[in-house]
């Protein structure tokens, strides 16, 4: 399912992607569920399929998703006058037209998703808002995360949009405008005052050390 690119980085790697059907979508995506041995995510829109058959995660994979949960605790936990939630690895579902499960998702302020029992474990994107920010950890997805799911998060309304180049130790952000593109951005609007250049300062920290020393190296930062 998983193919390698020839040019760039020798471990990089692209989704198998095709031509389908929301009911095909919701074939695979069961089959998926059933599976707990299944490590896929699954990404629908304009009737194309994608599966990231990514297996178990890499060491600087998970390292960096679990430093960027940290550091999005810390910077509410010194700016708490707005509710915020983290959700890692959840899969948001607009029934029929687009699908996604990003590395993380950030909601801000009201109409944070709440499950009840019973209900589908999915973030309904019929019922409940599209989050403030989504990211992808690209560590050997980067080509695929600046192109595909940045069009696919577009199409969906995800107002801010991360790519965490984990090799090239850069986090790329992206606003959407009201032409439904995104535009580069130093800053990032979901959490206000953020810089992405103190970002890729804490990536440097792991350099030196553990995802949880450059977590609170970030800390500091904050005053």
Known sequence: MVTTIPTGS??????SKRSA???????????CEADPQDRSRI?????????????????MHSKVNSLFAMLVAFWFTVHPEQTAEFFGGCLLEKARFQSASP??????????????????RR?????????DLVGEVADTT???????MKQ????????????????????LAFRLQDDGYYEQCAESVAL??????????????LQQGTNILAANWFMKQLG
């Open 123 to 131: 973030i309904n994107l019929n019922e409940w808002r599209v989050p």
């Open 103 to 120: 590395d993380f998702a950030v909601y801000v302020g009201e109409g944070i998703p709440q499950w009840q029992p019973g209900e589908s």
């Open 21 to 31: 059907t929301w009911d095909d979508y919701i074939e695979i995506r069961d089959r």
């Open 10 to 15: 020798k471990n990089a790697i692209v989704p």
């Open 152 to 171: 696919l998060y577009a199409a969906m309304g995800v107002p801010e949009y991360w790519v965490i180049d984990v090799q090239g130790r850069r986090v």
């Open 192 to 205: 206000p005052g953020l810089k992405m250049e103190l970002l890729e300062a804490t990536l440097e920290q």
């Open 43 to 59: 990404f629908f829109n304009k009737n194309l399929l994608w599966v990231k058959d990514m297996g178990w995660e890499g060491i």
């Open 142 to 148: 980067l080509a695929i995360d600046l192109d595909e």
